[in-house]
């Protein structure tokens, strides 16, 4: 079993930033993909930003490009997500998630984290 954790969340306030780490530890395994969703209180969880190993891209939410940015190691599994210039609209649980089959952007992943809460205020 694989487990991704999340950490990094917290209070901020609005024009601070954060940056937000996952892991994933359990058994071995080599991720093609890691990324991050969010779900705002009252609304469906929405794809956030995501980074391809094998092939050397990233994809990231048109409404946050220019302020948040992905990055991550694949020999150890690990994604960050850097979230500058924060704004309320960006509260929400941020999640983790890793594929080990997809190149790009998968319909569905095989792995999602706990979530972490991000709480900015005006």
């Known amino acids: 079993q694989v487990q991704l954790v999340e950490s990094g969340g917290g209070l901020v306030q609005a024009g601070e930033s954060l940056r937000l780490s996952c892991a994933a530890s359990?058994?071995?395994?080599?991720?093609?993909?890691m990324g991050w969703y969010r779900q705002a209180p009252g609304k469906e969880r929405e794809f956030v930003a995501s980074?391809?190993?094998?092939?050397?891209?990233?994809y990231v939410l048109d409404v946050v490009k220019g302020r948040f940015t992905v990055s991550g190691e694949s020999a150890k599994n690990t994604v960050y997500l850097q979230m500058n210039s924060l704004n309320p609209e960006d509260t929400a649980v941020y999640y983790c998630?890793?594929?080990?089959?997809?190149?790009?952007?998968?319909?569905?992943?095989?792995?999602w984290g706990q979530g972490t809460q991000v709480t900015v205020s005006s």
């Open positions: 980074i391809s190993w094998s092939l050397g891209r990233t």
């Open positions: 359990g058994r071995a395994f080599t991720s093609k993909t």
């Open positions: 998630v890793a594929d080990e089959n997809e190149d790009g952007l998968p319909e569905i992943w095989d792995y």
